[in-house]
């Protein structure tokens, strides 16, 4: 195929020659990406790539044989089908990126926008590692229990779908409960779009959501075996996500009284300093379970020990056994585990010590005002501790206070595993 060849290198050979050939003077039509400037008989252009551009050398020269109109050989045709193929496995994955604000002035929860339906309707969401629901204040939750809520009305969006006889109730923690029905809908965080999400639609929420006005609804981020709609469970955003990200993974970075971010399928090199240490997670019952290698008081020596617990960025406080909140109290003039107040109080007035908890050989230190949490009551000088007992919980719970002395990757791969950076 000797002439193909010599007709093919002329060609390339004249293509070549043509993109070294300045652009006329005096041509004031900048092609995309680049730009330059023009007049006095001289110009210079930069040219910039363009990061989405992935050249394609079989198709360059199947343009040539186009161009000359020479007949293309089959073998072309099958390389030019054979790249493109190649380029569209690479095609670029999903990213997403959002903020998570604080919703008061001692960062009891934090929030991040997300859009639900067509037109898309924006609702402030709590997302919660802890749980494994996504539900929502919404067009059926009683006008008597919403308070100010963005709420999400299924029957505004074109793409909303009921899911016939399906239904959820879910109750946390601190007694606060939810229950309704379910629907389908598109859904977006930070750009990050899941056609068919599962949303449940509150048709009854507990006083606690009802006076908590800053939260429309909330994003479970635990495992998918948590979500309690029945008969047929959900899977939550970040599984439905996961096959179309780059990497299965989402990170949190949140922050004292200031926005931070959850980010999906990327680890944000700029949010952290160091290594970040990773650590087995234990998927069973569905939350984030994993074990810190232990914990300093302050300046005082690190105790090694296994503290088996989860991260779960749907609680406020850090929930640890008896032995540690004491030896921690003990160090703080004036504490004392109060029954009235429903755990470790001080005088506002006095030093706290900082405490530092383990993750591998990393030492990870939550400063003295995370622990300084709140007054009891406004203006009161006695104020309420940001560490406390988890002796009535039967799990320890590292929530919002330690989460935001660290940057925290939540490894979705198989096996799911968690990291821990400084920042
Ligand atoms: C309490 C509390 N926590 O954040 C806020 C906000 C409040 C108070 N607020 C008045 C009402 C309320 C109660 C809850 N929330 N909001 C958020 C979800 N809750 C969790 C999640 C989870 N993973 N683990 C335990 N509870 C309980």
Known sequence: MIVTNLVLTAALAVLGLASALPPKIGTTNIGEGVSGSLGGGRATFKQTRNPRYRFNGARAVYRTYL?????????????VKYTDALHAAQVERDTGSAA??????????????????????TLQLDFDTGSSDLWVFSSHTPASQVRGQEIYSPNKSSTAKLLEGHTWSITYGDGSASRGNVYVDNFTVGGLSVAQQAVQTAQQVSSSFTSETNIDGLLGLGFSTLNTVSPKSQLTFF?????????PVFT??????????YDFGFIDKAKYTGEITYVPVNTNPGYWTFTSSGYAVGSGSFSSQSITGIADTGT????????????????????????????????????????????????????????????????????????????????????????????????????????????
């Open 239 to 247: 599984d439905n996500a996961k096959a179309s990200l780059d990497s």
């Open 316 to 423: 406020s406080l850090v929930y640890l056994p008896t032995a540690i909140v004491t030896a921690y109290y003990r160090q703080v003039s004036g504490a004392t585990n109060s029954r009235n107040y429903g755990g470790y109080v001080f005088p506002c007035s006095s030093a706290l010590p900082t405490f530092t908890f383990g993750v591998g050989d990393a030492r990870f230190t939550i400063p003295s005002s995370y622990i300084s949490y709140s007054p009891i009551a406004p203006g009161s000088s006695t104020c309420f501790g940001g560490l406390q007992s988890s002796s009535g919980l039967g799990i320890n719970i590292w929530g919002d206070v330690a989460l935001k002395a660290a940057f925290v990757v939540f490894n979705g791969a198989n096996p799911p595993t968690i990291g821990w950076a400084k920042k």
């Open 67 to 79: 161009k000359y109109g020479v007949p293309v050989p089959e073998d072309i045709i099958k390389a």
């Open 252 to 261: 949190v970075d949140l922050k004292a009284q200031a926005a931070g971010t």
């Open 100 to 121: 998570a604000v604080p919703i008061d002035d001692v960062d009891i929860a934090y929030v991040t926008p997300v859009t639900i339906g067509t037109p898309p309707q």
